[in-house]
């Protein structure tokens, strides 16, 4: 079981250049999400997902698209990056029945940089 | 609406004595609460959670949390700091948005530990 994987680990970018940052879990969960992590203030909520076809946005949505064709894989689209999306981010997913005790299982992170 | 206070950014002890990482919630019904450690670059590991089933739990290397309904606390303790718990500390409280749940993170505590 690899969990939650993330690609890539780092990431330079310019300002209006985009990328796609990938997320897959092998654990069969329906709930995926992306955060960012930004120094004192925890983790923010994106995006995230109950299943293949559905996704819904999050706290902090703009400019940031994905889209949820599969069960496995969620990525998260910049569409036209700007320095104030330098962070870190992380993929979670989790199941769920039982959703509201349910462990999120979190990936190790893309530090993504906007120049 | 759900949300979570960590109420120190930093706590520093020195090896050997207790840790106290305190956190306040504000919830509109009966909580979920989860302890999260995050190492150094990595990702967020599950310490304990608080599921309604015993206000006092217990989690991985000798961390224990405390559910105060009337004090709407969920502090974190360990007898005995050790050096390789330095890192930083997520308090996060289960919440309900739009029908789903979605995971409320407070802004950290980072814990040093001192030789």
């Known amino acids: 079981n690899a969990g939650v994987t993330q690609t890539p680990k780092f990431q330079v970018l310019k300002t209006g250049q985009s990328m796609t940052l990938q997320c897959a879990q092998d654990?069969?969960?329906?709930?995926m999400s992306w955060y960012r992590q930004d120094p004192g203030m925890g983790l923010r909520l994106i995006h995230y997902?109950?299943?293949?076809?559905?996704?819904d946005q999050g706290e902090v949505p703009n400019g940031y698209n994905v889209s949820r064709s599969t069960t496995e894989d969620f990525p998260l689209r910049l569409l036209s990056a700007a320095p104030s999306q330098t962070s870190v981010y992380f993929c979670?997913?989790?199941?769920?029945?039982?959703?509201?005790?349910?462990?999120?299982?979190f990936g190790p992170g893309t530090r993504l940089t906007v120049l | 609406a759900q949300s979570v206070t960590q109420l120190d950014s930093h706590v520093s002890v020195s090896e050997g004595t207790p840790v106290l990482l305190r956190c306040n919630y504000s919830s509109s019904y009966s909580p979920s609460l989860f302890w999260y450690v995050q190492h150094p670059n990595k990702g967020l590991q599950l310490l304990l959670k608080y599921t309604s089933a015993a206000t006092l739990v217990k989690g991985i290397n000798g961390f224990e949390a405390e559910f105060k309904k009337s004090e709407t606390s969920f502090h974190l303790t360990k007898p005995s700091a050790h050096m390789s718990d330095a890192a930083e500390y997520f308090c996060v409280v289960s919440g309900l948005s739009g029908g789903y749940n979605k995971l409320i993170f407070g802004a950290g505590t980072r814990l040093a530990v001192h030789p």
């Open positions: 654990m069969n969960h329906e709930y």
């Open positions: 979670a997913s989790k199941y769920v029945s039982g959703a509201q005790y349910n462990e999120q299982f």
């Open positions: 997902s109950v299943g293949a076809g559905i996704t």
